[in-house]
T-cell receptor
Framework: AQKITQTQPGMFVQEKEAVTLDCTYD???????LFWYKQPSSGEMIFLIY??????QNATEGRYSLNFQKARKSANLVISASQLGDSAMYFC?????????FGKGTSLLVTP | NAGVTQTPKFQVLKTGQSMTLQCAQD?????MYWYRQDPGMGLRLIYY???????DKGEVPNGYNVSRLNKREFSLRLESAAPSQTSVYFC????????????FGDGTRLSIL
């Protein structure tokens, strides 16, 4: 069985600062994918970034990067130059096939 | 660019009533999914359809049925709604080939009284 753990229920960051949201995972599958989703207060789920278990390079998408440490089974999301619009819930998820398994999320508040 | 469209956006039911949540995607995706999200939780998979003509149970299938009507549409039915099914329901889709990101609809907020 796969398990995703997000240990930070809530985080604060000042505008323009960088922030790291933690995610650890557990799986016995050799091939898997790791994802981060953003859920603003309006409720929709927005796909941010993806990392495959065999990818050598850490994924980056604009201000988002995924710090993938396979030996530690961690897949932390780094948001650079935070903006007020980044305030939201952030979910880490993984899959080895079809179903996405989600963590409980981290609430990020960006302050001026 | 519609992506994944869910209807309705909000619904209130009485215990024992039935209803069907509709989902359609216009991305030519093979696989479709239904999740529920309860307060303070991540999403949990109810059912999925890996391809047209197939459906499989997820983590929390009890009390639900699904129909993959065609490649575009995947519906979720509550036959006899219970208060424990009060939740936000999300439909998602992806290409289903390899490990691909799932793209979500905006959700249906369902309350069972």
């Amino acid at each position: 069985a796969q398990k995703i753990t997000q240990t930070q229920p809530g985080m604060f960051v000042q505008e323009k600062e960088a922030v790291t949201l933690d995610c650890t995972y557990d799986t016995s599958d050799p091939s898997y994918g790791l994802f981060w989703y953003k859920q603003p207060s309006s409720g929709e789920m927005i796909f941010l970034i993806y990392q495959g278990s065999y990818d050598q390079q850490n994924a980056t998408e604009g201000r988002y990067s995924l710090n993938f440490q396979k030996a530690r089974k961690s897949a932390n999301l780094v948001i650079s130059a935070s903006q007020l619009g980044d305030s939201a819930m952030y979910f880490c998820a993984m899959t080895s096939g079809y179903a996405l398994n989600f963590g409980k999320g981290t609430s990020l508040l960006v302050t001026p | 660019n519609a992506g994944v469209t869910q209807t309705p956006k909000f619904q209130v039911l009485k215990t024992g009533q039935s209803m069907t949540l509709q989902c359609a995607q216009d991305m030519n995706h093979n696989s479709m999914y239904w999740y529920r999200q309860d307060p303070g939780m991540g999403l949990r998979l109810i059912y999925y359809s890996a391809s047209e003509g197939t459906t499989d149970k997820g983590e929390v299938p009890n009390g639900y049925n699904v129909s993959r009507l065609n490649k575009r549409e995947f519906s979720l039915r509550l036959e006899s709604a219970a208060p424990s099914q009060t939740s936000v329901y999300f439909c998602a889709s992806n290409s289903g080939t390899g490990v691909q990101p799932q793209h979500f609809g905006d959700g249906t907020r369902l309350s069972i009284l």
